[in-house]
């Protein structure tokens, strides 16, 4: 049924898809999703991306978690990484005029939020929330906890594993000892 014109989907014209061909494509096509978040930011932001949703469906799959809505989350939660601060700006002034003030490197977690609502018409809750939160780790849903963790810890940042492998046995303290470990940084950094 996709094979036919898959590749011609963008996220320009997603929109215009069925209701149940985008079902489809969420669910058994996650690759259309990749092939589209991966014309929207650099390469080097895109295999992020990948190394997070793999990490996030590992991490999902260790704590009971439905593992492919983690992987989606993962793929996902960049997505508008590439956009202009005046961009973000104009979807958080239409949405969520209260995360204007936030730092722009962070602007790109809220902005996603309405950017996958308004351009992939995708509305589950607990992904959006995750990707909502994935800059500032203040949800405490399981995929929230997963994909923040997914996101500062992955492979390719070269970071410290220990917290991405108390993650696999116990995701609350590894997400409590993240949280500090950020603040930390952020503290020493300003200094």
């Given at each position: 049924?996709?094979?036919e ?68 989350a ?114 020493n950094?300003n200094?």
């Open positions: 049924m996709l094979k014109f898959e590749e011609q989907i963008t996220v320009d014209n997603f929109h215009q898809l069925s209701k149940s061909v985008k079902n489809i494509i969420f669910k058994e096509r996650i690759d259309i999703i990749e092939r589209i978040v991966s014309s929207l930011i650099t390469k080097k932001r895109f295999e992020h991306s990948l190394s997070v949703a793999r990490v996030s469906k590992d991490l999902a799959l260790a704590n009971h978690y439905d593992p492919q809505k983690a992987y989606l993962g793929i996902l939660h960049d997505i508008t990484k590439s956009l202009s601060k005046e961009e973000h700006l104009d979807y958080l002034r239409y949405y969520d005029q209260d995360k204007m003030e936030c730092p722009e490197p962070i602007l790109h977690s809220y902005s996603a939020k309405y950017f996958i609502k308004e351009k992939l018409n995708y509305y589950d809750d607990e992904v959006l929330e995750a990707i909502y939160h994935h800059t500032d780790g203040l949800s405490n849903g399981k995929l929230s906890k997963i994909l923040y963790i997914a996101d500062k810890r992955e492979p390719l940042r070269g970071l410290d594993s220990h917290i991405l492998n108390l993650a696999y046995t116990d995701l609350n303290k590894a997400f409590i000892e993240l949280k500090e470990d950020v603040k930390e940084y952020l503290a950094r200094e």
